[in-house]
């Protein structure tokens, strides 16, 4: 037992180190300034925006989210819907819309419900087919793929702009905003995008390793071209993959986090294990990519180790659910060894014990929904004090729910299970 607890000690505090260490890191660095004051706002730019929105039955959300794309000043755009044989009246709502600059791309089975980068590659020939015929210059196309339930903030497209007026960039991605925010696990779920995530890939830019996810990625034309004739692979991260083959290619990939895309966040605990673990094992699924990172000549070394620390979460989050769930049963043995009725000692050493557990427990989610809440009160689009300081307090449970996700997800691809339920919409 006592060698168990040694182990499993060293391997704690290694883990800890590692964690506290990467999360210092990335919230002390200041914003990357290099798209700055590159570009006017002027609407003179000769990008052109192909939005792709590919569809499984989301009629309830898909007409908000043409019309506001539609609503961007930006002129230079048009909305492709990629309809994914859907069951419900999502192709009829898109028609019955009748406008100009909305098209419609349909997939049946058995052709379709084959993933979402299949339906991404399907709109991707046709677009490439169009731009040869049109004598467009692939340069100057924007594919940009927005979920059924996006909404893209105003600035997007000016935002876009300034990184895409960079000929050297090939990829970028949009910051993301929980819309229903309101209720707890959204909220959380708000927190991890707009703060967490958002100062990851900010680090990112230092390191020039910005990945694609989600809603509101960005990829010129002409770099998914030189990938060939399906960039989006049947990775179940297939948005990451692609970012990395970009990269790959030599291309810059960049991140927008001064325009946001909004989106529903998941209600359901249930829905969100299962969302979790579908990440999780498209992450698993990446690291078949490790020797093309290790042997590129065009990544940097700060590129490829912020690649390989990503690449290795799911097995260092694997290891640590190991650690936790036997930490909690050691716990539990201890507490039913201890005689309550003599009561506790008071010596320093076990009231600082209890204060490092406690900070080690709360300390970072605290951390991280005060930075939350500090950039809320600057877009004045956040949540009040209070919100974000009993958010701190829950953030362990929500990590705890990382942990049935990263099983889950070991179990399917050790199992070779690779199809998922899709995410279901509600009502705005």
Known sequence: MNALLTIMAGVSVCLIFIYFSYTSLILLLPPFAGNKNRVSEDDDSELEYVFLIPCLNEEVVIEKTIRSILSLAYTKKMVIVVDDDSSDNTVAIVRQMNLPNVRVIERKKPNAQLGKGESLNYAYTKITKAARRLNKNPNNLILTVIDGDGRPSDNLLTEANRVFRDTAVGAAQARIRITNRRSILPMMQDIEFYSTVAAIQNSREYTESVGLGGNGQFTRLSALIELGITPWSKCLLEDFDLGLSILLKGWKSKYIGEAVVYQQGLTSVKKFIRQRARWVQGNIQSIK?????????????????????????????????????????????????????????????????????????????????????????????????????????????????????????????????????KTERVAE
């Open 289 to 421: 990519r490790l020797r093309e990172v290790r042997k590129s000549d065009t990544l940097s070394s700060a590129s490829k180790l912020d690649i390989y620390y990503f690449l290795a979460q799911p097995w260092i989050n694997l290891l640590g659910s190991i650690i936790m769930i036997i930490s909690w049963a050691l716990m539990l043995i201890f507490f039913r060894s201890v005689d309550w009725g003599a009561g506790f000692s008071n010596t320093v050493q076990d009231w600082g014990a209890l204060l490092v557990i406690v900070g080690l427990i709360f300390g970072p989610g605290l951390v991280w929904c005060i930075y939350h809440y500090e950039l809320g009160r600057k877009d004045k689009d956040g949540i009040s004090f209070l919100h974000c300081m009993g958010a701190g307090l829950f953030m362990p449970i929500y990590n705890l729910l990382a942990i049935p996700s990263i099983w889950i997800a070991f179990w399917r691809q050790s199992t070779k299970k690779e199809a998922w339920a």
